[in-house]
């Protein structure tokens, strides 16, 4: 693996030097919880998509939400916000 470069490396201000390289970021992978759903409770308003920070939740082929956890870091905003509390933070495993 290349060495990461140092913050003498990086351009003033760290702009965004190639469209859409957020999604070499697997945010996901240092998640300690993640959110469980329980869809006969969702009324599929999509409050939880707008207000993930990672933009990671997205209706099924049948409508039902879901996170993906290549990008879901765990933060818990979705339940906090979801209208009906039908997500949960569960902990993941060691
Ligand atoms: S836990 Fe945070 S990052 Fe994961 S789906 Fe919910 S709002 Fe998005
Ligand atoms: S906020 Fe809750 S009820 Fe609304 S779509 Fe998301 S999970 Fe379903």
Redesign the pocket.
Known sequence: MAPLPGWKDLPPGCPIQEPLSARNNLTGSWRSAR?IWDHDKCVRCGVCDL????A??KPDHEGLYQ?NLDY????????QECVTQCISMKQEEE
């Open positions: 959110p207000f993930c920070p990672e990671c939740i996170a879901c870091k765990g933060c818990g905003i979705c339940a």
